[in-house]
């Protein structure tokens, strides 16, 4: 059997189909164009290895990809990161959690908050106290939200002092 041979232009063709925004599989172009799944696949899996075409799923991407995305796109307007994410095949989303994740790389692993400095060791112990503090006080909630219902049940199954 002789193998069919493509020419450059279709290969383009089919790469720019699966590239975004476009973003359209490989079972798709087999069937609209006649070239076989599997050649469709071989050259997807060249295109991403010479850079020419993305995963299209952020969650693949390695960390040096992603700290490189987030590189790219820090000086952009926030159309133009949502032009780069288009471009891309990935959600403006998925580039916040991975600036987030930059940012903090170097951290004590504890978010700042809006204008605490994470270096300030009072700052990071009254944070501390303050989650404790806000856990018992959840804990009590939770344990009066149950006694509320106990009673409530109590209530319906041996009927109130009121009404005997």
Known sequence: MEQKRYTAEQKRWVIEQMSPPLNRTV???ARQSGITAVTLRTWRNEAIAAGELSRGDGRKWSSAQKFQAVLETAPLSAQ?????????????????QWRAACEQANGTGVPAAAGTPVDNPSALKRVKELERELRRKEAALAEAAALLML???????WGTEEEE
């Open 27 to 29: 079972v798709e172009l």
């Open 151 to 157: 009673r409530k049940k109590a209530d319906a199954i």
């Open 80 to 96: 133009e990161v949502s032009e780069y994410c288009r471009r891309k095949g990935i959600h403006v989303d998925q580039l916040r």
